[in-house]
T-cell receptor, first 115, second 117 residues
Framework: DTGVSQDPRHKITKRGQNVTFRCDPI?????LYWYRQTLGQGPEFLTY????????KSRLLSDRFSAERPKGSFSTLEIQRTEQGDSAMYLC???FGQGDKETQYFGPGTRLLVL | AQKITQTQPGMFVQEKEAVTLDCTYD???????LFWYKQPSSGEMIFLIY??????QNATEGRYSLNFQKARKSANLVISASQLGDSAMYFC??????????????FGKGTMLLVSP
C-alpha cells in the first residue's frame, strides 16, 4: 500500500540557502496540495494542483516559494533564500476529486529548520 | 473570525473511557464538509472521519463518531474506549462551497489528547 510520501523528512539549512522538497502522491490521485504547519498551529494551505495545473496559491506563498507538478505526478516545493520564519513542517496531501466526500490524504511531512 | 475553533488545548482521559473533542465552525455556505484528522508525534496527518453538511445521520467510523449539530455549527469528535495509541494531536477541518470544485481545507489549532493507563 503506497500512501503519500515526502522527501526529505527533515532538512536543516542556513539562512539564505535554497531548499527543495518532493512529494509523491497516491498514484491515482489527480489533486495535490501543499500546506505549512508551524508550532502550535493547524496546517495552512499554500497551493493546489489539479493534474499538472497549479490552480490556486495562498498569499502565504511569497515570491521566494515556487511549486511544480510536471506531468501531473510528483510535485516539488522550492524555497529560495530561506529565512528563519520559513522553519515549519511542510505537508503534502493528495486526493481524487469525487464530489463532496473528497478526502485529502497526507504524507509524513518535511520538517524544515532554518538556522 | 476563526473559521474553525477548537477550544480545548489539551484533554486527558483514562484508557477505555470515552472522550469528546470539541469543534465549532463558521461558514455561510450551505454545502460544506467537516473532517477530523489525527496527528501523532511522527507528524503525519491521519484521516479519521468525515461529515457532510447535508448528511442526515452522524458519521461513525469504528471507535470514532461525529456529533454533528448543524444549528449550533458544532462537529465534536467522540472517541469511545480510548486506547494508549490514541494519544496525539487532533485537528478539526472544514471544506467550504463543495459545489465550486475547489477543495482546500481550513484547520483549527488542534487539541492534544493524552490517554493514561
Amino acid at each position: 500500500d503506497t500512501g503519500v510520501s515526502q522527501d526529505p523528512r527533515h532538512k536543516i539549512t542556513k539562512r539564505g540557502q535554497n531548499v527543495t522538497f518532493r512529494c509523491d502522491p497516491i498514484s491515482e490521485h489527480n489533486r495535490l496540495y501543499w500546506y505549512r504547519q508551524t508550532l502550535g498551529q493547524g496546517p495552512e494551505f499554500l497551493t493546489y494542483f489539479q493534474n499538472e495545473a497549479q490552480l490556486e496559491k495562498s498569499r502565504l506563498l511569497s515570491d521566494r516559494f515556487s511549486a511544480e507538478r510536471p506531468k501531473g505526478s510528483f510535485s516539488t516545493l522550492e524555497i529560495q533564500r530561506t529565512e528563519q520564519g520559513d522553519s515549519a513542517m511542510y505537508l503534502c496531501a493528495s486526493s481524487f476529486g469525487q464530489g463532496d466526500k473528497e478526502t485529502q490524504y497526507f504524507g509524513p511531512g518535511t520538517r524544515l529548520l532554518v538556522l | 473570525a476563526q473559521k474553525i475553533t477548537q477550544t480545548q488545548p489539551g484533554m486527558f482521559v483514562q484508557e477505555k473511557e470515552a472522550v469528546t473533542l470539541d469543534c465549532t465552525y463558521d461558514t455561510s455556505d450551505q454545502s460544506y464538509g467537516l473532517f477530523w484528522y489525527k496527528q501523532p508525534s511522527s507528524g503525519e496527518m491521519i484521516f479519521l472521519i468525515y461529515q457532510g453538511s447535508y448528511d442526515e445521520q452522524n458519521a461513525t467510523e469504528g471507535r470514532y463518531s461525529l456529533n454533528f449539530q448543524k444549528a449550533r455549527k458544532s462537529a465534536n469528535l467522540v472517541i469511545s474506549a480510548s486506547q494508549l495509541g490514541d494519544s496525539a494531536m487532533y485537528f478539526c477541518a472544514m471544506r467550504e462551497d463543495l459545489n465550486s470544485g475547489y477543495s482546500t481545507l481550513t484547520f483549527g489549532k488542534g487539541t492534544m489528547l493524552l490517554v493514561s493507563p
